[in-house]
């Protein structure tokens, strides 16, 4: 049964930083295509990071520069970096495992206040 527990979301003031983390189980891990998406209220679900299993990223315009998606195959993990944040930034994130549509963790919640 494959599950993704995520971790680390909060409530950070403008231009602060926070990590978030989703450990993986149930599948292999480091051949997986893994990525970040985010959904704020009222708005559709967004992509805002993806990295294959060697390592190459994908950012939209909206957060390159400011996030960092890494991966760390050994404990099954893929990471968030996320700096410089803006109130826009507010929403639920959640990872997601090969870009589909079949498998998703629980969402954390990320505040970004002015």
């Known amino acids: 049964q494959v599950q993704l527990v995520e971790s680390g979301g909060g409530l950070v003031q403008a231009g602060g930083s926070l990590r978030l983390s989703c450990r993986v189980s149930?599948?292999?891990?480091?051949?997986?295509?893994m990525g970040w998406y985010r959904q704020a209220p009222g708005k559709q679900r967004e992509l805002v990071a993806s990295?294959?299993?060697?390592?190459?990223?994908n950012y939209p315009d909206s957060v390159k520069g400011r996030f960092i998606i890494s991966r760390d195959n050994a404990k099954s993990t893929v990471y968030l970096q996320m700096n410089n944040l803006k109130p826009e930034d507010t929403a639920v994130y959640y990872c997601?495992?090969?870009?589909?549509?079949?498998?998703w963790g629980q969402g954390t919640q990320v505040t970004v206040s002015s």
């Open positions: 990295i294959t299993r060697d390592g190459s990223t």
């Open positions: 149930g599948t292999i891990f480091s051949i997986a295509v």
């Open positions: 997601n495992l090969g870009l589909s549509s079949r498998w």
